[in-house]
């Protein structure tokens, strides 16, 4: 049977043809159909571990050094040396470096794609699926042909299917048709065959539910859905570049240029003294993969990869690592009340019919509440119903199954309604049903709503309709309360900097009793408000409001904008459909894990797992930790990069020998600008981290260290050169000169590497707090001890240090970390 078929079908026909029912499939089926279809999900092509590997020596500066390894092999025969190994030790050395620089980079790639790979699994949709009679939350790549779900607004359609039952259904099919207009559902069978976009009784994968709800028997997964067939060219997730790793990429390019023009001056230098070609173009091409930061973005990509995952841990998904960067800045919390700020645990603490209320309205209220209900006992739907449903079960009161729902709830109608044989049941925000009612006294009820709505309970009203008239039937009163977190979260947040707005959709006076149970600060206004106040009037009273009720989508979109006309950087939370174009338009859109709709989580860039506003103030804690991090190894790295450039062009200029070998400079830069520069990217946040103001978006990463850095080149260039001239004018041997100056200029940089560490003094975090940093440079300097007193100090031209040329190393490189340290002390930046 072809997809076109199954729209020309009857429901009957087509649940026979996949052997199921309306109860779903069995569940000894399962296993085999899974087995014959395989998971829902597209077809991607893995990306081949060894291209990974090779496409490290894809840089210029890379095949440069090729080059001169391919010269290194070369020159004994060109020179006429003979076949000799010690004639081929450079040759061995550089090789042994390119893939070991290789390897990193490699690592750090696929460290980087195993995290997307990750954030891919944990925000893969779920569905509904009724299986064996019973609904069930599922992965949607494990549905097959023949499984029933259900569907509700702000649905991801997983699958292509045949709808059984539609309730105000309607769907936006722009994904596959280009039209964005919401497309009516029915499930009557077509009279001829008609385009995907006139298939009213089917829905696609990768469609969208914008209204109403529906179940489908599912006819297609994966790449044989609609979609699938278009998207089977689509094979691979590629890593969105961040805006800072747009902005390292472009550093180093400039730093790229700076270095080259400077080992052109060190080429004219050395052939101006008459030194071999060879030699002069062996160390320029050194400096310059020593010097320029080619790694800068990938170590920022790692950097954002580790704090993905440690944002997991807490709770947070990251769903765009561009949003890591803003969490850093960001002013204001704009979060919703239900299931953020509170529990979501909705439990009825009062029942109300008006005096005078006929025989039987008491359990007529709680008849309405639990038949004018989409959820279902234990624990499948909204809260707030499934809260209503455990009330009329506890008195017990019978639930009575609804013939159509008449009037799916949406956050602009607020309410809802439902037919029952030849009456009609309303639920909603109780100023809506007393405008629906003919027979209400209006003020009485309004007045019981405020008095319920001061203890902080949220308060729905209740309704039934009869022979064309409406009567109002009582309120209910629910207690949700905070969270127990939520209060310290929100004094964290203000002496960060940042302040929280709350807004609900519940009405003004429940929401001031919850905000100052959390302590939000602030005027208290309504959706109403805010539509009778001009986009100026609003972009001048919103720095004074902290809490807006009753509000609709729309509202949260203007309130959006206010706050960003006026120079904030807002993190904006939302669950529903159309909370999408709010998520979307704030620099950070926050949805709900738990109770969010898919729509919400796609166009959010973090995902909460656990519903909670506390976990979004950890979210903004770790971004503000990952910016730092980031800008601690920057700075490392640029900062150890450039002494030797300096060295060396001195020591040509004053025809020297030359400081450092080739193999040297390689050295310095493998065992600096790896191991310590990831190690700074684990760690842990300061302590004043969240006292701190936010940082302004548009402030460099290297905001007030440009002093520093020229500081650091020149202190690092001037102890490696005095100690340079010093040992060769004491008569030592040229490669025991070259063994000290070595050592001390590592051991400088592996000192430096801690100092960075903070703007603070050490002694106020502990020299010992970051264990990977004291494994990292660690394992640098027993490298470095290696390569001197091992037969590989043959390899590298070295020789063991004497005590006093440990004493010369050591004695240095404390000294520029005790100069760094006391900079610590001055309070202005350079």
């Not at 079908?9 to 087995?35: K, Y």
């Not at 020297?656 to 830069?669: A, D, E, K, Q």
Request: aromatic share 6%.
């Amino acid at each position: 049977m072809t997809l076109h078929s199954y729209s020309l079908s009857t429901v009957e026909e087509v649940l026979e043809q996949f052997h199921t029912s309306l109860n779903g499939l069995r569940g000894e089926d399962i296993a085999r159909l899974q087995e014959k279809y395989g998971p829902n999900e597209l077809p991607r092509k893995k990306r081949s571990l060894a291209l990974l590997f090779l496409r490290q020596f894809q840089n210029v500066l890379v095949y440069i050094l090729l080059g001169a390894l391919a010269l290194s092999v070369a020159m004994p025969f060109l020179e006429g040396d003979g076949v000799q190994a010690k004639n081929f030790l450079d040759a061995f050395a550089i090789l042994a470096i390119l893939l070991l620089n290789a390897l990193l980079g490699f690592v750090q790639e696929f460290k980087a794609e195993s995290a997307i790979e990750m954030l891919e699994q944990l925000t893969a949709p779920r569905v509904r699926v009724r299986r064996d009679g019973v609904e069930r939350i599922l992965p949607s790549k494990e549905l097959v042909p023949g499984d029933i779900v259900l569907l509700e607004a702000g649905d991801r359609i997983a699958a292509d299917g045949r709808l059984v039952v539609v309730s105000h259904l309607r769907t936006n099919e722009s994904s596959l048709t280009g039209e964005s207009n919401l497309e009516g559902k029915e499930t009557r069978v077509l009279r001829k065959q008609h385009p995907v976009g006139d298939q009213y009784n089917m829905v696609f994968a990768g469609t969208l539910v914008g209204s109403g709800s529906g179940e489908y028997v599912v006819t297609a997964t994966g790449a044989h859905t609609e979609i699938g067939k278009i998207a089977k060219l689509v094979s691979e997730t590629e890593i969105p570049e961040t805006p800072l790793q747009t902005r390292m990429k472009k550093l180093g390019g400039v730093l790229g240029i700076v270095v080259l023009a400077l080992c052109s001056v060190v080429m004219i230098l050395g052939w101006w003294h008459d030194r071999t070609f060879f030699e002069v173009l062996l160390i320029a091409v050194s400096l310059a993969v020593s010097a320029v930061p080619e790694g800068l973005p990938a170590v920022v990509t790692v950097c954002f990869a580790m704090g993905v995952k440690r944002m997991v841990k807490k709770n947070a998904i990251v769903r765009k690592l561009d949003s890591l960067e803003t969490l850093g800045s960001v002013t204001v919390i704009c979060s919703d009340k239900t299931g953020t700020i509170t529990e979501n645990r909705m439990r009825v603490k009062e029942a109300w019919v008006p005096q005078g209320a006929k025989k039987g309205d008491d359990t007529l209220l709680l008849q309405i509440a639990a038949s004018c209900n989409r959820a279902k006992l234990p624990d499948f739907g909204d809260p707030t119903e499934l809260g209503l449903l455990e009330y009329a079960e506890e008195k017990g009161v019978k639930r009575l199954g609804f013939d159509e729902e008449e009037v799916p709830f949406s956050s602009e109608k607020k309410y809802m309604q439902t037919r029952h044989g030849n009456v009609s049941f309303l639920k909603g925000a109780p100023e809506k049903i007393v405008e629906l009612c003919d027979q209400v006294s209006r003020e009485d009820v309004l007045q019981e709503e405020v008095q319920l709505a001061r203890s902080g309970l949220r308060v729905l009203g209740f309704a039934i309709t009869q022979r064309g008239k409406t009567r109002f039937v009582g309120l209910i009163g629910m207690e949700d309360p905070p969270r127990s977190s939520v209060r310290a979260a929100i004094r964290e947040a203000r002496q960060a900097g940042i302040r929280s707005i709350m807004i609900t959709g519940d009405n003004m006076e429940t929401a001031r009793a919850i905000a100052a149970q959390v302590g939000i600060e602030g005027d208290v206004i309504s959706g109403h408000d805010v539509d009778a106040m001009t986009p100026k009037r609003l972009r001048e009273r919103v720095g004074e409001i902290g809490v807006y009720a009753r509000v609709s989508p729309v509202h949260k979109l203007k309130i959006l904008r206010a706050l960003q006309e006026n120079g904030e950087i807002v993190a904006m939370s939302g669950d529903g459909v159309n909370d999408a174009p709010a998520l979307k338009g704030a620099h950070v859109g926050i949805s709900m894990g738990k109770m969010g709709t898919q729509v919400a989580r796609e166009a959010s860039s973090v995902v909460l797992a656990d519903d909670h506003f506390s976990t979004m103030v950890s979210a903004v804690r770790e971004g503000r930790r990952i910016y730092d991090n980031i800008r601690k190894f920057v700075l490392f790295l640029l900062r150890a990069n450039f002494d030797e450039i300096l060295l060396i062009t001195t020591t040509l200029a004053l025809d020297l020998p030359l400081p450092y070998l080739p193999i040297h400079i390689l050295w310095i830069n493998l065992m600096t600008d790896s191991f310590p520069a990831l190690a700074l990217g684990m760690e842990e946040a300061e302590p004043d981290i969240m006292q701190r103001k936010p940082r302004p978006t548009g402030e460099s990463i290297l905001a007030g260290e440009w002093g520093k850095l020229v500081f650091a080149a020149l202190l690092a260039y001037g102890l490696t050169f005095g100690l340079f001239v010093s040992l060769l004018h004491m008569g030592k041997p040229l490669e025991e000169v070259r063994s000290v100056t070595l050592m001390m200029a590592i051991m400088f940089e592996l000192l430096l590497a801690h100092t960075v560490r903070s703007r603070k003094p050490l002694a106020t975090i502990g020299f010992f707090s970051n264990r990977w940093l004291l494994w990292a440079t660690g394992v640098s300097f027993a490298l470095q001890f290696l390569i001197v007193y091992t037969p590989l100090n043959m390899l590298f031209h070295l020789v063991p240090l004497t005590l006093f040329d440990w004493v010369l190393a050591i004695g240095l490189a404390v000294a520029g970390f005790i100069v760094f340290e006391s900079m610590k002390f001055i309070p202005a930046r350079i």
